[in-house]
């Protein structure tokens, strides 16, 4: 299995980015997906998730109301729709899946089996 992320990149605060990550090797069905991210100097921390059989998505505190997580079943992709971006998300991000395990520990990384290289997301003040 592997995941490749693409569409980081270089953008003002305000401004939007959209993310996505392409999976290849086995489909989608049964799992969950999400976006962590790991800025300068810090832990790896969850972004947003979403469980590819219901849709069903989930969010970070600091997520909720700005990002957006979305897939597409017939492409085997999936998304992260970012908007209003402050320089405190600056970071890399990075694409996971794990397979539909509980559902209370769908933010937790260590849970996570597969993961992308990452793409970098750069927000100037």
């Known amino acids: 299995v592997q995941l490749q992320a693409y569409g980081g990149g270089l953008v003002q605060a305000g401004g939007f980015l959209r993310l996505s990550c392409a999976v290849y090797?086995?489909?989608?069905?049964?799992?969950?997906v999400a976006w962590f991210r790991q800025g300068p100097g810090k832990e790896r921390e969850f972004v947003a998730a979403?469980?590819?059989?219901?849709?069903?998505?989930f969010y970070a505190d600091h997520a909720e109301g700005r990002f957006a997580i979305s897939r597409d079943t017939n492409k085997n992709t999936f998304a992260l729709q970012m908007n209003s971006l402050k320089p405190e998300d600056t970071a890399v991000y990075l694409c996971?899946?794990?397979?539909?395990?509980?559902?209370?520990?769908?933010?937790?990384?260590?849970?996570?089996?597969?993961w992308g290289q990452g793409t970098l997301v750069t927000v100037s003040s």
């Open positions: 090797g086995r489909t989608l069905r049964n799992l969950d």
């Open positions: 996971a899946t794990r397979t539909g395990k509980i559902l209370s520990t769908i933010r937790d990384n260590s849970q996570y089996q597969y």
């Open positions: 979403i469980r590819w059989n219901s849709g069903s998505s």
